[in-house]
């Protein structure tokens, strides 16, 4: 494949989680997300991450998609556009989850989960970061079932990750990455009990059907974009590639917050 037929294959995305105002940090992940995309002369997605009806609204969305064409960003597919793969909104998505969780059943990559978060965090097993109690291999169900008539009911769902193992990706920004199963991460949630699907499994539906070729996010989703590539792989998916950016911090060292619309004022001082 010549370097101009690469370069036009290329296909990055936005996708913000209006579940509070963008701030600083996000302008620049979704710069740096923009600028790869038209640097390779691209198609940049607009996809909105509204999967968790209590914390993403309509002001929020809206907010969003202002905030984001005030940074002089623009798109070549979303929710406004239109295009090939949509909906480009998750909350309208929900029957394309359930094919994939479906297939992970029909694989043996999942079983319901009934512990509780007490429960978890109790067991005290604390990831490599401290800051995440871990699944404990101990606490899984002894379940081998066919799909029941009402899947997939009203139960947690969780990816069966196997113990010891170790997940690694290559990262554009950040170099080889290596993740291993029980001190990084464990089995982890794909499907709630509330009729959502969980993150990881939504983020690796739609970027594999929208045909996502590069992933740009913050580097605290590392550890996400490893529990992705388990999916990919049990769901027989090809990998995208990854680019993780530097957060941006505040004074004392923490992420930014999504608690206040500050975005409009910095453009208006600017």
Not at 6 to 22: D, E, H, M, N, V
Request: charged share 25%; aromatic share 12%; proline share 5%.
């Amino acid at each position: 494949m010549s370097e101009e037929k690469a370069k036009q294959a290329y296909r990055g995305r936005l996708a913000p989680t209006p579940s509070g105002f963008l701030h600083q940090g996000h302008v620049r992940t979704f710069r740096t997300a923009w600028d790869r995309a038209r640097s390779c002369g691209g198609t940049l997605v607009f996809r909105m991450d509204d999967l968790d009806p209590a914390r993403c609204n309509d002001e929020f969305a809206e907010a969003c998609i202002e905030d984001m064409q005030g940074m002089g960003l623009g798109w070549d597919e979303g929710p406004d556009k239109g295009g090939p793969f949509g909906p480009y909104q998750q909350s309208r998505r929900t029957e394309l989850y359930l094919n994939a969780l479906r297939t992970l059943h029909e694989v043996g990559c999942i079983y319901p989960c009934l512990k509780t978060r007490r429960e978890i965090s109790a067991a005290g097993i604390l990831d490599s970061s401290g800051k995440e109690y871990l699944y404990p291999e101990y606490f899984r169900p002894d379940y081998t079932e066919k799909l029941p008539e009402d899947f997939p009911g009203k139960y947690n769902w969780r990816f069966c990750a196997n113990w010891g193992d170790q997940v690694g990706f290559t990262d554009i920004k950040k170099a080889e990455q290596s993740f291993h199963v029980g001190k990084d991460l464990s089995d982890f949630l794909v499907w709630r009990k509330d009729g959502v699907a969980a993150y990881e499994l939504a983020t690796v539906v739609d970027d594999h059907l929208m045909q996502i070729t590069e992933v740009v996010r913050g580097e605290d989703l590392l550890v996400s974009s490893a529990r992705q590539c388990l999916l990919l792989d049990a769901l027989g998916w090809v990998r995208p590639t990854f680019y993780h950016c530097e957060l941006l911090l505040d004074a004392d060292g923490n992420k930014l917050s999504k608690s206040a619309r500050t975005l409009p004022r910095l453009f208006s001082a600017s």
